[in-house]
């Protein structure tokens, strides 16, 4: 169940940070660091891989690949999506050199996926 929660906790912060990019303090912050881009890519994966948590948490007692498929999607929003928008907002160019790592753990993820497929 808290595989659950924490997937519905990341995709409400996801809708939640998708608007604060949108609208007020955080648009004009953005939009100022030329990177309102960086902001909508964060937060454009965060909400698609949120679900795609859910989704998992939902059957990941099912096998262990699913488990580790969580938890490397989960690492990848916090490290991707999180990473970007850091940078959007701070300006913080540096940040982009870690984005990659989330991206990474969240393909590491997908092929978890793939191993579960395979071995049923």
């Known amino acids: 169940m808290t595989l ?3 997937s519905a906790l990341s995709g409400a ?3 939640i940070l998708g608007a604060m990019g949108a609208h007020g303090h ?3 912050v953005i939009t100022a660091n030329g990177l309102a881009d960086r902001w909508k890519t ?3 994966y965060h909400l ?3 679900a795609v948590l859910l989704f998992l948490a939902w059957v990941a007692h099912a096998s262990k690949p699913l488990k580790i498929a969580w938890v490397c999607i989960a690492i990848g929003v916090v490290v991707f999506s999180g990473s ?3 940078l959007a907002y701070t300006g913080m ?3 982009g050199a870690i984005t990659p790592i989330g991206g990474l753990s969240m393909i590491v993820g997908w092929a978890a996926l793939i ?4 071995r049923n």
């Open 42 to 44: 964060a937060s454009q």
């Open 26 to 28: 955080v648009a004009d």
């Open 115 to 118: 191993m579960h497929k395979m």
């Open 13 to 15: 912060l996801a809708v």
């Open 48 to 50: 698609v891989h949120s």
């Open 93 to 95: 160019k540096w940040l």
């Open 84 to 86: 970007l928008y850091v």
């Open 4 to 6: 659950f929660r924490i």
